[in-house]
Nanobody, 123 residues
Framework: AQVLVESGGGSVKAGGSLRLSCAVS????????MGWFRQAPGKEREGVAA???????TYADSVKGRFTISKDNAQNTLTLQMNSLKPEDTAMYYC?????????????????WGQGTQVTVSS
């Protein structure tokens, strides 16, 4: 079975950094694109960053210049480097896998999801 497992969440102060990882296993066919999404209490899930197999990435405006998504195909790992964190970045972060041709932040393009890792940023 296809499995996505996130790690790296935690609690930091504003201005700090965290590095999220998503370990991918169980796929016998290539994944076209992967993404990071987040959901804060009482809010809808939103796309944060996505990347396809060509390395093309897209970011939400709210994280541009602060977050970097990367994908290590050899290690089957998706990473999100988060710098200059803000309290509004506090949320549960999920990685997802899907088959869109181009990276997209629209969650309906992704069929497989991890369980999430909590990120809490205090002021």
């Amino acid at each position: 079975a296809q499995v996505l497992v996130e790690s790296g969440g935690g609690s930091v102060k504003a201005g700090g950094s965290l590095r999220l990882s998503c370990a991918v296993s169980g796929y016998t066919y290539p994944i076209s694109a992967m993404g990071w999404f987040r959901q804060a209490p009482g809010k809808e899930r939103e796309g944060v960053a996505a990347i396809n197999n060509d390395g093309l990435a897209t970011y939400a405006d709210s994280v541009k210049g602060r977050f970097t998504i990367s994908k290590d195909n050899a290690q089957n790992t998706l990473t999100l480097q988060m710098n200059s964190l803000k309290p509004e970045d506090t949320a549960m972060y999920y990685c997802a896998a899907g088959w869109p041709v181009t990276p997209t932040l629209r969650d309906y393009h992704y069929s497989d999801w991890g369980q999430g890792t909590q990120v809490t940023v205090s002021s």
